[in-house]
């Protein structure tokens, strides 16, 4: 019986709720799924590669035939390396597009073997992403329903002093917006 191994290659700098629901939706129809974290040595990661893989290692515990590993080097070759015969990537909106198509077609050119396959994740996740994810949580937003419980957690660990900073300043306007009704309710008073 055929056997068909996929990679899900990806940077998970987090893991978001949209990169749970395709590899979800990937271990579905593929008989073995690795997740593959790219060690990309020219970018800083707001995560390490340990933090990514034990995140992915734990959101992933409930699917048998998903496994996380960790890559660097050409994509093709690593795939080729664990025996993948498809590759596994997400489209959100026509954006995301024009950018996997090229390097879909670039991978095929230098692996012509290697299939990519593209799947939809759910449309309630389809403005999610990693960069955004990071961008809101370095200014101390809330991330709720983006990422997975465990990536909040870690995201508020590491960015303590943004969130203390952002619930500060919410406390200030809240006094503030306070002070100005109080004052506001004064004068109402006064005119009547
Ligand atoms: O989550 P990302 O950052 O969109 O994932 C991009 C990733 C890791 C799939 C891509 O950058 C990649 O495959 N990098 C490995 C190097 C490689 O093979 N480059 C050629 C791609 S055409």
């Known amino acids: 019986m055929r056997h068909i191994s996929a990679l899900y290659p990806g940077s998970f700098d987090p893991p978001t709720n949209g990169h749970l629901d395709l590899i979800e939706r990937g271990a579905k129809i593929f008989d073995e799924l690795v997740v593959g974290i790219l060690r ?11 933090e990514r893989l034990e995140m992915l290692k734990t959101l992933t515990a409930h699917l048998k035939n998903v496994r996380i590993e ?18 596994l990537r997400g489209i959100r909106a026509v954006s995301d597009y ?60 590491k960015l303590e002093p943004a969130y203390k900073f952002h619930d500060e300043m919410q406390e200030e306007i809240a006094r503030t917006s306070d002070k100005h009704s109080e004052k506001r309710e004064r004068l109402r008073k006064k005119k009547a």
């Open 40 to 50: 990309n040595s020219e970018k800083v990661p707001m995560f390490s590669l340990p």
């Open 98 to 157: 024009e950018y996997e198509l090229q390097m879909a077609l670039m991978n095929r050119k230098l692996e012509p073997t290697l299939e990519t396959v593209f799947m939809m994740p759910a449309d309630k996740y389809s403005y999610v992403s990693s960069r955004l994810v990071r961008e809101v949580a370095q200014a101390g937003g809330p991330v709720r329903g983006l990422v997975p419980e465990v990536v909040e957690q870690k995201l508020r660990e």
């Open 70 to 87: 960790a890559f660097h080097g050409l994509m093709v070759e690593y795939a080729k390396s664990i025996e993948a015969t498809c590759v």
